[in-house]
Structures are given as C-alpha cells and as structure tokens.
C-alpha cells in the first residue's frame, strides 16, 4: 500500500513539471528566432544600404556624361559647288594623208610631244616631183606661144594705126593672145597643184600636243579616204574640264560670271584625295539638258604638270564667293530633331542647353550659322546622341583640329568637301550665303 501511493505521488510530481518545461522551451525558441529574424532583418538593412550608394553612384555617372566640345569661331567660309567632269581636250587631230601614195618613213615616236610643223612621216615624192616637172614643162612651153601671140598683136596693132593691115586681123589677134593667157594660167594652176602635192608628201604635225599610237607603219600605201589616218595628236596644254552641275546651281555662277569675276576650278581624282589642277571657269553652256535637269560649263586649265589627261573622270570644285567674317562651327555639331536644327550648348557650370539655329552655306567640315550662336559660344560636337536639356556633361579635350571651327577659321583654300549642305557630296546641294 505504501509503494503504491509513493508511486502515484511521483507521477503527480513528475505531471507537475512538465508544462514549466515546456513553457521554458518555448520561450528559449521564440528567443532565438527572434535573434535570428533581428539578424537577417540586419543583413538585409546593410544590403540595402549598399545598393543605395551603388545606385547613387551609378546615377552620379550618368548624369555628367563625357562629351567632347568646340569653340564657334569667327572667320571667312569658301562657298563652293561640287561638280563631276571630264577632261576634254581643246583640239583632237587624226593625221590623215592628203595624197596617196606608199609611206615611206614615220619620224615620230609614240606618245612623244610634239610642236606645230614638226615632221611625222613621208609618203613616196617621185611620182609627184615627175608630175610637177611635167606641169612646169608645160607651163613654159604655152609661156612661149603667149610671148609669141603677143608679139604679133603689137605689130598688127601697129600697121592697124598706119592703115597697112584689116581690122578684122587685129581682133583675131588679141582673142589669141586672150586665149593663151588662159593656157598659161591653167598651166600654172596644174604647177601649183603639183607641188602642192609634193608638199604633201612631206606630212608635218598640225597642231601642238601629244602623238598618240602609230596606226599605219612604214611601206603600207595611204590613201586620202583612209578612215584610219597614220596617228592621233590631242593637245593637252592647256586643256580644259567639262563639268556637270545641277541647274539649280546656275544662277549664282551667271551673276559672278555677268560681275566680272574669274571663279576658280579645282580638280581632284575619282577618290577625292589628290589635287590635280588649278584652273578657272571659262564658258558655260547655251542650254539645260532637260532630261537630266543639268548644265555644262568647260574649265580651262593649263596643265602645265600634264596632271590631267583627255577623258579622265575628275571630281570638280567651283569657287563661287567667299563669305567673310562668318560664325563657324564643325558639321559634327548640328543635331535635327523636333526643335529643328539645333546644338548643345555647353554653359559655364558644364550643362548643357538646346539651342535653335539658322545655318548658311557648308564647305567640307565647316558650316556658317546664321543666327542663334556667337563666336565664343561651346557646342558639343561628339556624344551628343544620349545628351537632353539640362544635362550635366563632362567636356573632356577638345576635338581634334580638323574638327575644330576655331582652328579651321584661319581658312585655307578650301579643299574638295563642299556643296552647301550635309551629306556625300553628290548628294549636297548648293546654297546661297543666304542660308538654307
């Protein structure tokens, strides 16, 4: 009995203890996932806090974007038209044989230059020396009998005056000596044909300029309707450029033509990177070529060097004005878009501003702007594309001197970039110093 009861009271004891346990070990799980929820909740705080400065940083970066900028400038803009040509000589000569006969000797060598009346070649002259002897031979024999005629009519003419001699014998008389007059004059016609002849066996260069291929060697017999002739002479200094331009270009060039101006030719090579000739504009066509809406006009050039050859494809610049005292910027620096045509413009605290322009004409890498910049004022000319108004911009160095308006404002002669708008120069179109 007593086991019993000590047995149940040890249950009720051991039944007593176990919720405080449990209470306890629920209270040290809530403890530590509170410590661990204050933990990742730590973790996260700092991350994001990283995140933020990362963020920041990067926000930072964009919003001073570099960019590269150039000085508008102050200077004097050629004013030039892109035109395609080809070199055209003044004068084309076939040597062509004037007498037939075998040819007996050719002087010139191929491509040499040669003068006016400089000997080519020989034909055979025997047979035109006998027929000038034959012709001279006659000649003197109807001299003679016109001599004779003559005398006859002097005494006929005296015994007419003395009443010696009919009258009718006087006439007869003076129509012989009449006729041979006419003997001998057709006599010395035939001698001068003849040595004409003579003379062209003799065949000299008619022009100046350069002797092209042999096209008939020595011992052939050349005749007068030959198609082939025996060389091909072209002249080449001086030499002139027929070039094409639209016909909207025209009227600038006729009102400093109709001024009196001499306006400058350059030629370039198909590529554009070479200078071959100086010349000036010497004619312009009597009219338009309506199917292609084009006009000709023919430089001169003097082709002192032989740059240019006769039907050589050239790459033309028209010197039409020079506008002085112009703003200047580089090409790079002009953006289109919904204002129209504008710049950024870099201000004093380095962000930038969309500024409307009103631009002129265009040569190569240099463009006038009319009205909405001075010179002093900073464009950006690269990095523009990712730029908006207010932007803040890092200008790191300044553009490279052929980029440059200000360095280009010293203006050489222009080069071989221009027609007065943007784009590849068969493209552009010409403008007046007017603007666009």
Not at 139 to 147: P, R, V
Not at 403 to 413: E, L
Not at 427 to 436: D, I, K, T
């Amino acid at each position: 009995m007593n086991d019993r009861g000590l047995r149940h009271d040890s249950q009720n004891a051991f039944q007593a203890r176990l919720p405080r346990q449990l209470r306890q070990l629920t209270v040290r799980r809530i403890v530590w996932l509170s410590l661990v929820l204050l933990g990742i909740a730590l973790v996260w705080w700092i991350h994001g806090r990283s995140a933020q400065h990362t963020q920041s940083g990067r926000s930072g970066a964009i919003a001073a974007m570099p960019v590269r900028a150039a000085t508008a400038a102050q200077g004097d803009l050629n004013i030039t038209l892109d035109a395609l040509g080809t070199v055209t000589p003044l004068a084309t000569v076939t040597v062509q044989t004037q007498i037939n006969g075998q040819l007996t000797e050719v002087a010139f060598k191929e491509g040499q230059t040669v003068r006016k009346g400089d000997f080519l070649a020989q034909i055979d002259p025997r047979p035109y020396q006998a027929a000038l002897d034959q012709a001279e031979g006659q000649l003197l024999k109807d001299q003679a009998t016109l001599k004779v005629a003559q005398i006859d009519l002097a005494r006929y003419e005296t015994l007419d005056k003395q009443d010696s001699i009919a009258k009718q014998q006087v006439v007869d008389q003076q129509y012989t000596v009449r006729q041979s007059e006419g003997t001998v004059k057709i006599d010395q016609g035939l001698v001068d044909n003849a040595r004409l002849n003579l003379n062209y066996c003799r065949i000299v260069s008619p022009i100046d300029g350069r002797v092209g291929l042999r096209l008939v060697d020595p011992g052939n017999y050349v005749q007068v309707n030959s198609s082939t002739g025996l060389a091909v002479i072209t002249q080449t200094q001086p030499i002139t450029v027929v070039l094409v331009l639209p016909e909207d270009d025209l009227p600038p060039i006729l009102k400093r033509l109709h001024d009196g101006a001499k306006l400058p030719v350059t030629a370039y090579d198909r590529s554009r990177t070479t200078k071959l000739a100086t010349g000036v504009l010497a004619a312009v066509d009597s009219q338009i070529d309506t199917t292609t809406g084009t006009v000709k006009l023919k430089a001169l050039f003097d082709n002192a060097n032989e740059t240019l050859f006769p039907n050589q494809f050239v790459n033309a610049n028209v010197l039409v004005d020079v506008l002085h005292d112009a703003t200047l910027v580089p090409t790079a620096a002009i953006q289109r878009g919904a204002p129209g045509t504008f710049v950024y413009l870099v201000k004093p605290d380095n962000s930038v501003t969309v500024q409307a322009v009103t631009l002129g004409p265009v040569d190569g890498e240099k463009v006038v702007v009319q009205s909405g910049l001075s010179p002093g004022d900073r464009v950006v000319i690269d990095g523009a594309d990712k730029l908006r108004d207010g932007a803040t911009v890092e200008v790191r160095d300044s553009a490279p001197k052929e980029s440059t308006a200000s360095i280009d404002a010293q203006q050489t002669p222009s080069g071989h970039q221009g027609r007065h708008s943007h784009g590849p120069p068969q493209e552009q179109r010409s403008q007046s110093a007017n603007g666009q």
